[in-house]
């Protein structure tokens, strides 16, 4: 197997026509250092690095979000409400890969925040238990259940 490119400690160099190596972690890694996204992003920098984690979990929850409500009403025009709807879907299955690309990093403090999204999404916008909506449909009962109005 040839593992030209890779050296032992779980990290691939790459080299772009000459013009300097970048280092890419192909193991799980815990650190505020490293590339989430795009180059440079968040770099060495801890302020950055929190940035990039609250941009993380705040497109993990809009993927949720996106995914339970209906912004348009199919009986107003069913055209203009079908492509509406469709780019609404384009915008969350977009976000949903950024958030997957990002947990590629292999950053330990990403992947936490994605599922943490994702879970506090889930629970504010789909969950009966702050009397969320579940596809579309209000929580049966008409109480909201213990968080009071989440």
Partial sequence: MDMQGHDHNGTSSSSMAGQGRAMTHMIFYWGSYGYILFKGWPGERVGMYVL???????????????????????????????????????????????VMLAVMSFNVGVVIVAVVGHAVGFLVFRSRVCGGRVNGVKAVGGDDGPCGTC
């Fill in 52 to 98: 990039a984690l609250i941009v993380v979990f705040v497109a993990s929850a809009l993927v949720e979000l996106l995914a339970s409500t209906r912004l348009v009403r199919t009986e107003s025009n069913r055209v203009g409400a079908r492509l509406a709807r469709s780019v609404v879907y384009a915008v969350r299955v977009g976000l949903a890969y950024l």
